[in-house]
T-cell receptor, first 117, second 112 residues
Framework: TQLLEQSPQFLSIQEGENLTVYCNSSSVFSSLQWYRQEPGEGPVLLVTVVTGGEVKKLKRLTFQFGDARKDSSLHITAAQPGDTGLYLCAGFRLTNAGGTSYGKLTFGQGTILTVHP | SQTIHQWPATLVQPVGSPLSLECTVEGTSNPNLYWYRQAAGRGLQLLFYSVGIGQISSEVPQNLSASRPQDRQFILSSKKLLLSDSGFYLC???????????FGDGTRLSIL
């Protein structure tokens, strides 16, 4: 069973602080996806990292994929109250079933981020 | 553009009653379809996936079943709900080929 350990589970910070969320696995994934989810809604894809060592930036968010493609991190600079939400990492592996491929996502447990004004 | 719809958004059901949640995708053909369950504020657990009409695979043993009667319709069902079936159910789709999954807005199911 592939597991994805995400930490911390809860993060409560003041506006303007920096934070990092970690996602670690003993398994290699084809890619790793980061989602953000608001209460009562489905997860929304933020970024996909594919190449080992890859770094992607999305405004104040920086995503990094480990060299071995087993771990990833999300760093937020100068957090704002609008960043509050549930952040999920998910490891992607393309799997074949009966000659057709589908994408199997293994999710981390999630990080609930609260940014206080 | 592609869209995904789930309904109902919220459902309260007594223990032992049947269940039917629907998910439809528009704007794409032959998508892969997925049902997930999410505990409050936690990660998603894959329940079922389907690569085509009538093709359903289950990831975990459970009290639920899934069906895909049409290309872009995915249904999650149960004959008799248990208290442990409470949760947030999410439908998702992708086109395969290493493309990301897109999620619906979910159904909050409460069993009393």
């Amino acid at each position: 069973t592939q597991l994805l350990e995400q930490s911390p589970q809860f993060l409560s910070i003041q506006e303007g602080e920096n934070l990092t969320v970690y996602c670690n696995s003993s398994s290699v994934f084809s890619s790793l996806q980061w989602y953000r989810q608001e209460p009562g809604e489905g997860p929304v894809l933020l970024v996909t990292v594919v190449t080992g060592g890859e770094v992607k930036k999305l405004k104040r968010l920086t995503f990094q994929f480990g060299d071995a493609r087993k771990d990833s991190s999300l760093h937020i600079t100068a957090a704002q109250p609008g960043d509050t939400g549930l952040y999920l990492c998910a490891g992607f592996r393309l799997t074949n079933a009966g000659g057709t491929s589908y994408g199997k996502l293994t999710f981390g447990q999630g990080t609930i981020l609260t940014v206080h004004p | 553009s592609q869209t995904i719809h789930q309904w109902p958004a919220t459902l309260v059901q007594p223990v032992g009653s049947p269940l039917s949640l629907e998910c439809t995708v528009e704007g794409t053909s032959n998508p892969n379809l997925y049902w997930y369950r999410q505990a409050a504020g936690r990660g998603l657990q894959l329940l079922f996936y389907s690569v085509g009409i009538g093709q359903i695979s289950s990831e975990v043993p459970q009290n639920l079943s899934a069906s895909r009667p049409q290309d872009r319709q995915f249904i999650l069902s149960s004959k008799k709900l248990l208290l442990s079936d409470s949760g947030f159910y999410l439908c998702a789709w992708d086109t395969g080929d290493n493309q990301p999954q897109h999620f619906g807005d979910g159904t909050r199911l409460s069993i009393l």
